[in-house]
């Protein structure tokens, strides 16, 4: 069974900074894009950054510039710099995976982490 573990969210004043990690387990074959989304309240889950494993980087608009994606092995991190307010989400991560070599590539998803940043 597939485990994505998020962690690195919290409470932080706008122009800080917070690292997001989240580790993919289990029984695991091929992992291909992994990245992160996020969702504000009353609004719908959006794209924010993935990372391929050619280390292809495709960020959102509204973070370019102060957010960075990176990955390890089954290890993807967001590293979030400059945080506004407006950022204030959810964040969840997800991989495209399959878990045995006669499988087919599933998108697995985090349980989410919050990310609260004070005006």
């Known amino acids: 069974q597939v485990q994505l573990v998020e962690s690195g969210g919290g409470l932080v004043q706008a122009g800080g900074s917070l690292r997001l990690s989240c580790q993919a387990s289990?029984?695991?074959?091929?992992?291909?894009?992994m990245g992160w989304y996020r969702q504000a309240p009353g609004k719908q889950r959006e794209p924010v950054a993935i990372?391929?494993?050619?280390?292809t980087r495709n960020l959102a608009d509204f973070v370019r510039g102060r957010f960075t994606i990176s990955r390890a092995g089954t290890t993807v991190y967001l590293q979030m710099n400059g945080l506004k307010p407006e950022d204030t989400a959810v964040y969840y991560c997800?991989?495209?995976?399959?878990?045995?070599?006669?499988?087919?590539?599933?998108?697995?998803w985090g349980q989410g982490t919050q990310v609260t940043v004070s005006s």
């Open positions: 997800n991989a495209d995976l399959k878990e045995s070599w006669k499988g087919t590539y599933q998108k697995y």
């Open positions: 289990g029984s695991i074959f091929s992992i291909n894009d």
């Open positions: 990372v391929s494993t050619d280390g």
